[in-house]
């Protein structure tokens, strides 16, 4: 057993393990050598490469999890719609209108994505350490499909049309979650040993709101990996006035971004385990700055299990030299003394 998994299954660990979202991203320069010869579309659905760039940060890094090199957004094409990447996803065609949703397909269990499990199949054989997989709420992949793309403006088209067309939206929401289900339970199937589910834009909702079109939906995905038995892991951006609801979602860890302290996030979530939170710019700033505030959330994150990550993903101008002294500060914090440990041998890897 890892120490990755016995946190993401309860266990208060003597260290917190780390990953970080986006840790195969455009801040290594292995992988932009790769996206010179591909485009990011292409290195989604080709399985050779997605599972090469995957490995590239546990090569590199003492990282105790990989995640997969893929995108929310990669479902979404086998339902039928139409994905540029120029950088962030860009839809074709809009969907708005009842008719508009029912021409997308649902293609069922051996239809979403095939080449994300032959993908999994190879970092199982070669990655040391536990594999992640990933896929975007039904919330979240509603707002790239109804706003065409990304927001400046907190996806301010998408909040009008819940409200506008409520009938639509859970026709939709209700797809995607089909679909959402299938394409997870296919990485597990594949290998995948823990899932993450993001709801990146969930935040910019009001509480009643999210609680109508987002946490049944989330809840319905989670649920449906149930009989899987593999931790599953819900993540929302800026969710602090939603952390009531979150609370009740079958996941048995929950992702909290750099605005709510562990602490807090502790009190509202009992019984979970809580990965999170440096906020991604504090890698840009000195070492020496990296290494305190590492050691700060590390001491929020007492009182239960404990998965380090960032509080979002990682930017692409962070130093690696960065990353290697934040590794290193969280390996070296002995949670169950809550300090520093000069002989890191004896706290488990």
């Known amino acids: 057993m890892s120490i990755f998994l016995d946190a993401v299954q309860g266990k208060d660990t003597r260290r917190a393990p780390i990953w970080i979202m986006r840790q195969a991203g455009r801040y290594l320069p292995e992988y932009n050598a790769v996206k010179e010869r591909y485009g990011f579309w292409e290195m989604c659905r080709n399985p050779e490469v997605a599972a090469e760039i995957t490995m590239m940060p546990i090569r590199r890094f003492p990282l105790d999890a990989a995640i997969l090199f893929s995108d929310i957004m990669t479902p979404l094409a086998e339902m039928g719609v139409e994905i540029e990447f120029a950088p962030g996803p860009v839809v074709a065609r809009p969907v708005r209108t009842v008719a508009d949703v029912e021409r997308l397909r649902v293609p069922g269990p051996d239809g979403t994505a095939p080449f994300v499990a032959a993908a999994v199949r190879m970092i199982r054989e070669r ?40 009938a639509a939206a859970h026709l939709l929401l209700d797809k995607l979650t089909r679909v959402t289900v299938d394409y997870l339970r296919m990485q597990i199937t594949a290998g995948a040993q823990t899932v993450q589910l ?26 449906g990996l149930e009989d899987l038995a593999v931790p599953r892991v819900y993540f929302a951006l800026g969710s602090h006035h939603l952390l009531g609801p979150i609370a009740g979602l079958p996941a048995e860890v929950v992702g909290v971004d750099w605005r709510t302290p562990l602490s807090s996030a502790r009190a509202a979530l009992p019984g979970r385990t809580l990965q999170g939170n440096l906020d991604p710019a504090v890698l840009g700033t000195r070492p020496e700055a990296v290494s305190a505030r590492a ?55």
């Open 127 to 166: 990655c040391p350490v536990p594999l992640v997989g990933f896929a975007g709420a039904p919330l979240t992949l509603a707002a790239y499909l109804v706003d065409s793309g990304g927001s400046a403006d907190g996806h301010h088209g998408l909040r009008a049309w819940l409200y506008d067309r409520p």
């Open 198 to 223: 993001f709801d990146s834009w969930a935040g910019v909702h009001a509480s009643d709101v999210y609680d109508e079109f987002g946490l049944p939906y989330a809840r319905r995905v989670l649920a």
């Open 295 to 349: 050691r700060d959330v590390l001491r929020q994150g007492l009182g239960g299990a404990h998965v380090f990550n960032l509080g979002h993903g990682i930017r692409p101008d962070t130093p690696v030299g960065h990353v290697q002294r934040l590794i290193e500060t969280v390996h070296a914090f002995d949670r169950h003394t809550e300090g520093d440990r000069e002989d890191d041998e004896k706290v488990p890897r």
